[in-house]
Structures are given as structure tokens and as C-alpha cells.
């Protein structure tokens, strides 16, 4: 079974930066991707960034691309979201997820395993 968890989040002022991990294990093959998404309250859950293992493709969300990126660690296990000028419109709680089929979708449905989440507020 995969499983995923988060860390990294917590309270920043607007213009700053964090960034969150996600390692991840269970994993059956080398294959797979590792997505970001985020929830703020009242709203949809909404894809951020995603990464595949071996290759290293990457794709962003409008609203994050040019100030997030998303990279996989050495070992390949872990995967960072590092966010720059961050904004108060960031704040959510943030999600890791995999998808084993090794695409670069942004649409939750893709995705069969999730962290439990991390908190990120941006204060203006």
C-alpha cells in the first residue's frame, strides 16, 4: 500500500516562502507521479504542481506557475514544493498525491493515493 506524508507547512507573511515535502513509500514501481494539490475552505479541491519519478516532468497551475516548484529529491522518495512570494490567496491546506500511472494531470481524479495534509496560511 502507498503511503504519503506532508510536512512543511505553517504560517508566513505574504512575500515569503516554504516549502513542503512529501515522501512517499509502498511504492511498487519506479514509475509513478506525485502531485500537489490544495483546499481552501469553502472551495473545490485544486491541482498545484505535479512531478513524475524518472523523467522529472513537471506541470503547473496557472496561478502558481513562475513562483512554485516542485523537484524530487536524490533518493527519489521524497518530493518538495518549494513556494516563493507567497500570497494570502495561497493559504489552504495542502495535499500530496500519487498516481502510478506516471501522467502530469492536475485533476484529482487521476490520483488513488493522498497524505493526510499540511497546513500553509499566508498572512497580509
Known amino acids: 500500500e502507498v503511503q504519503l506524508v506532508e510536512s512543511g507547512g505553517g504560517l508566513v507573511q505574504a512575500g515569503g516562502s516554504l516549502r513542503l515535502s512529501c515522501t512517499g513509500s509502498g511504492f511498487t514501481s519506479d514509475d509513478y507521479t506525485i502531485a500537489w494539490f490544495r483546499q481552501a475552505p469553502g472551495k473545490e479541491r485544486e491541482g498545484v504542481s505535479c512531478?513524475?519519478?524518472?523523467?522529472?516532468?513537471?506541470n503547473y497551475a496557472g496561478a502558481v506557475s513562475g513562483r512554485f516548484t516542485v523537484s524530487n529529491s536524490n533518493t527519489k522518495n521524497t518530493v518538495y514544493l518549494q513556494m516563493d512570494s507567497l500570497k494570502p490567496e495561497d493559504t489552504a491546506i495542502y495535499y500530496c498525491a500519487a498516481d502510478v500511472l506516471g501522467g502530469v494531470w492536475l485533476d484529482p481524479k487521476f490520483y488513488d493515493y493522498w497524505g493526510q495534509g499540511t497546513q500553509v496560511t499566508v498572512s497580509s
Open positions: 512531478i513524475t519519478s524518472k523523467e522529472g516532468n513537471t
